[in-house]
Structures are given as C-alpha cells and as structure tokens.
C-alpha cells in the first residue's frame, strides 16, 4: 500500500510539472509576442514622427525641396550625418540605424531608409506633389539584402498661392 501511495505522489507530481512547463511556455510566447509589438509601435511611431516633421517643412517652404534641405543641413548638420539630397534636387534620402540614428554605415544590420521624393507640379490639378516612403532594410551577416519592407508611405499634396483678382481701372 505504501508503494502505491508514492507512485501516486510521482504521477501526480509529473502531472503538475508538465502543467507548470506547458503555462510558462505559453507565458514565455505572450512575452515574445509583446516584444515584437512593442518593437513594431516604436518603428511606426518613428516614422510618423518623421513624416509628420518633413511634411510641415516641406509646405512651410512652399514645395522647395532645396529649402528643406538647407533647413535640414541646419539643424543636423548635413551629408555626413546620413541624409543626402539627390543630384538633381528632387529627393532627399535619409539613412538611420536600428537605433534611429543617423547612419552611413552600411554594415548595420538594419537600416531605415527615407525617400522624400518631389513629384512637381501638375498644371491640370493645380497642386504640387510630392511623397514620403519609409523602407526598412534588412541586410544578411555578409552585408548582403536579404529583404526589405515598406513601413509607411505618406502622399503629400501643396496647393501653391496664385495670384488672381479683377483688374481695377
């Protein structure tokens, strides 16, 4: 009978083990799972933020993509600080690390990637347009692309001041 009564005792302590090991695995997951949301909401925050400020500059200087720039250049302290302007004025490229800093270093292993392309003006609608894309770059061990995603895309939309009325005699 005593025989019994621990073999008893060992069934139902394996029993309470494989309780115990099959919640902490499902509490192990939830928290992965918070993690990897948590990550997602700080990148989309981010990206909002940074839209939301390139956005305002850009109509604050009338669709210019140049006077952005400068403004940028201002106060980050341009090329070497991971934005550039394209050659022909009508994107600026920006380049942050996992960190959200600046970046130039390609040996990151993730690298946001901001492209603030200009559109120009279109005589038929009246609006100059231009768009925000954050991509994030994903790069293998050996520096290589292995994926990319795009985060965020914002269109933009300026209605240049057009100078009109009556003429008055």
Request: glycine share 4%.
């Amino acid at each position: 009978m005593k025989a019994s009564r621990s073999s008893l005792f060992l069934i139902e302590l394996t029993i309470s083990i494989l309780f115990f090991a099959l919640a902490s695995a499902a509490c192990i997951q939830l928290f992965v799972k918070a993690h990897l949301l948590d990550q997602n909401t700080q990148e989309l925050n981010q990206t909002v933020i940074w839209s939301q400020n390139l956005a305002e500059l850009w109509n604050a200087s009338d669709a210019d993509m140049l006077s952005v720039y400068n403004c940028l250049c201002e106060q980050y302290g341009g090329q070497q600080n991971g934005f550039y302007m394209t050659n022909d004025c009508d994107a600026i490229l920006f380049y942050f690390d996992e960190n959200w800093e600046f970046s130039d270093n390609v040996s990151t292993r993730i690298i946001y990637h901001i492209d603030f392309t200009d559109n120009g003006y279109n005589a038929e609608t009246g609006l100059h347009t231009a768009e925000i894309t954050f991509i994030q770059n994903i790069f293998d061990r050996n520096g290589n692309l292995s994926h990319y995603e795009t985060l965020y895309t914002l269109p933009l939309q300026y209605h240049p001041a057009t100078r009109g009325g009556y003429a008055h005699e």
